[in-house]
Nanobody
């Protein structure tokens, strides 16, 4: 299983970025996909998760209303659209996969991407 995250970068506060995570080696349409993030010196925290078919999503309260998770099962890719970015959103963002939907603890996920850096300047 491979998860390849991309799309990070440097953006000013209030700006937007879209992260992508391309998956291979798993039954993508039967896998829940999530995004986590980890800032320096902090624990990895849950950001968002999307169900197999994309009809259900759940967000951390700190990003709800600003971030949108989506997926394209034909492309084996999950996305994270991030709008109204704040300096406190600065972190390495990771995608994760598991068959079970709704998991919010990092140690419940079996598969992880390598991470992509997002830096928001004030």
């Amino acid at each position: 299983v491979q998860l390849q995250a991309s799309g990070g970068g440097l953006v000013q506060a209030g700006g937007s970025l879209r992260l992508s995570c391309a998956a291979s080696g798993l039954s993508f349409s039967k896998t829940a996909l999530a995004w986590f993030r980890q800032a320096p010196g902090m624990e990895r925290e849950f950001v968002a998760v999307i169900s197999w078919g994309g009809t259900n999503q759940y967000y951390a309260s700190v990003v709800k209303g600003r971030f949108t998770i989506s997926r394209d099962n034909a492309k084996n890719t999950v996305y994270l659209q991030m709008n109204s970015l704040k300096p406190e959103d600065t972190a390495v963002y990771y995608c994760a996969a598991d068959q079970e939907y709704g998991l919010r603890l990092p140690d419940r996920y079996n598969y992880w991407g390598q991470g992509t850096q997002v830096t928001v300047s004030s």
